[in-house]
């Protein structure tokens, strides 16, 4: 039998504060399960490494710029910033803590345990939307991946960080002239239009080919400053 239709192997499932979370072996795939929803697997990561790469690009060249990222996941997104000397310190909000134990000592620390090893890197374990309302720090870059877009949420509260009033939060954890990037499964013109309207400039949308369907996109915007 060929991994392509080999049976899923279930290697943990927990019950999270947000429902269910289950990690999954397919072949030589690992794969993160939320509430019965795919969330993501480590088949290729090239959207999560654009969208480091794309923040980046569009900043300045402020020296150590800090990064936040926003999901932890399959640990794409966070490896391939700790790969670049030129981060600062990266930050990366998970609210999932089986998401967490996954990389730090279980079947994800083969593709972030070098990251998590790195002195630039810090895990903060609480919910995102709540850390950009709430924190006092301020970041270079955001790189936020929680969700499958702005419009395809992974659970119902997460909507409200793509609104105005979440907008606004992120412009306020951002420094003058900082990036906000946004991994989305599919293009959304009224997300571009939100982004304008919230105070942000230089909006653009970076396409990321796949073999079928719609392309990934990243959603780019820089705080005035």
Do not use: K
Not at 41 to 55: C, F, I, K, N, Y
Not at 116 to 139: C, K, M
Not at 184 to 202: C, I, K, R, V
């Amino acid at each position: 039998m060929t991994a392509a239709y080999a049976i899923p192997e279930v290697l943990d499932r927990r019950e999270g504060p947000y429902g269910e979370v289950v990690l999954r072996r397919h072949g030589a795939l690992l794969q993160i399960i939320a509430n019965g929803c795919f969330l993501m697997d480590t088949s290729d990561g090239r959207s999560e490494r654009l969208l480091v790469d794309a923040a980046l690009g569009a900043l300045d060249d402020r020296p150590a710029p800090e990064v936040l990222i926003g999901g932890l996941g399959v640990g794409f997104s966070l490896a391939h910033a700790a790969a670049n000397p030129r981060w600062g310190r990266i930050t990366v909000v998970e609210r999932e803590p089986a998401v967490v134990d996954w990389h730090r000592g279980g079947p994800l620390a083969e593709v972030s345990a070098a990251a998590l090893a790195d002195p630039r890197t810090h895990i903060v374990e609480t919910d995102l939307v709540a850390y950009v309302h709430e924190t006092s720090t301020t970041f270079d870059a955001l790189c936020l991946d929680i969700d499958n877009g702005p419009g395809w949420t992974v659970t119902e509260g997460n909507g409200g960080l793509y609104a105005p009033a979440g907008l606004a939060d992120c412009a306020r954890v951002l420094r003058p002239g900082g990036v906000l990037a946004v991994w989305s499964a599919q293009p959304s013109p009224e997300f571009e239009g939100t982004l304008g309207n919230a105070g942000f400039q230089q909006v653009r949308t970076e396409e990321i080919p796949v073999a079928r369907g719609v392309p990934d996109v990243v959603h780019l915007a820089v705080r005035p400053g």
